[in-house]
């Protein structure tokens, strides 16, 4: 089998959700290819998955609701965990907590926490980390979204919500700082045999037959995907999302 | 090294301009080819030069006429008004921007200058 060369500018990489099982395949091929990492996660079970599997990297754990909620009352964000991640060049945002219900049914509040975590925490953590990158001039951000977006599904109107914004932020941050080094996309992945998709998978099977490639993406192939369009030779895919769904979204 | 270079600095380094052109009384906005998206980058480095957290808002006085509206509204004099919000600029700069606000962008590098030296002294 025949390998091209991939080529990095930057040397530190942040990955949010980060012990989603994306999240480990990407931080697994950043740490292979000699990369500082930042890691993230939210709950205590996924800490303790980073950090057995990472154990040189910096380990954070982040909770956007907190972090949304923390400047609303104006204590700013060097007093949050975001102020712990320094100078990242890379930002691979994998970060998505679980919340399913009909539109009609779900309980406000549950409603408010899931937007304040999966959008305002997000544009908060996107400005901060942005920032850094934009005072070097150089950064690569991605976010990992999802065809939920664009193919309705009964119970999934916001993550697909949160995830359609999520492609709106790291859209305008690429377009609103191209011209100064940093550029940004997300990818649409459509069933990945991991995580959350993996019950999906079991309890619908003929969904991954409806894509036309039959079969459900691997984290594994998700992960190098990821690596090349974070690299030099993918930084004019930018203010985009690229689909990975082996073309179920191409299909009536 | 003073505020005033250390602020020149950080002009410079984003728009590329020779330092002669940057100097305490040159209009920001007027003088100098600054895009709203410098007045962010001013902002990030003024944090990474002289070390303080600024507010955009208010060291590049972005809602002036926000404030002097407001202060209008409710019947207060803008001078008292904007001393309120600016507690950095003096009341005699205070006074100079009221009475050339309808000429443009009125914020001067003396203005950032003086937000800075103020920040530092807080």
């Known amino acids: ?252 | 090294m003073s505020t005033f270079t250390q602020v020149q600095h950080v002009i410079t380094e984003v728009l590329e301009v020779e330092p002669e052109e940057v100097t305490p009384s040159t209009y920001v906005l007027r003088d100098l080819p600054t895009e709203s998206i410098d007045l962010m980058e001013y902002g990030i480095g003024l944090n990474k030069e002289c070390g303080i957290s600024v507010s955009d808002d208010i060291v590049f006085l972005k809602s002036l006429r926000l404030h002097m509206a407001e202060a209008e509204d409710n019947g207060i004099e803008q001078q008292i008004h904007l001393r309120s919000v600016y507690p950095h600029l003096s009341t005699d700069r205070i006074q100079e921007i009221l009475q050339t606000v309808n000429a443009g962008p009125v914020l001067q590098v003396q203005d950032i200058v003086a937000y800075i030296e103020h920040a530092k002294r807080a």
């Open chain 1, 1 to 252: 089998m025949h390998s091209l060369p991939m080529h990095f500018t930057g040397t530190h990489a942040c990955v949010l959700g980060a012990s989603s099982d994306i999240g480990m395949a990407v931080a697994k091929k950043l740490s292979e290819a000699g990369m500082q990492l930042t890691l993230s996660a939210c709950s205590e079970k996924g800490i303790a998955r980073i950090t057995s599997a990472f154990p040189a990297a910096t380990i954070l754990e982040l909770n956007l609701e907190k972090v949304a909620r923390s400047v609303t009352i104006d204590t700013g964000v060097t007093n949050s965990p975001l102020g712990q991640i320094q100078q990242p060049d890379y930002l691979v945002d994998c970060m998505q907590s679980d919340f399913e219900g009909f539109i009609a049914g779900a309980a406000p509040k549950d409603i408010a926490r899931y937007f304040e975590t999966n959008i305002s925490g997000r544009s908060i953590c996107l400005r901060h980390v942005s920032r850094m990158m934009l005072g070097k001039r150089f950064g690569r951000c991605l976010f990992v979204s999802s065809t939920a977006g664009v193919l309705p599904n009964a119970g999934q109107g916001f993550y697909a919500a949160s995830k359609r914004a999520g492609e709106a932020l790291f859209q305008n941050l690429g377009i609103e700082l191209a011209a100064r080094g940093v550029t940004s996309c997300s990818i649409r992945l459509g069933y990945v045999q991991s995580g959350r998709g993996t019950a999906y998978i079991k309890n619908n099977p003929e969904a991954v037959k409806l894509s036309p490639a039959r079969r459900a993406i691997t984290s594994e192939e998700a992960a190098s995907t990821i690596i090349f369009l974070l690299s030099d030779e993918a930084q004019m895919i930018n203010g985009t999302t690229i689909t990975m769904d082996g073309g179920l979204t191409a299909c009536k």
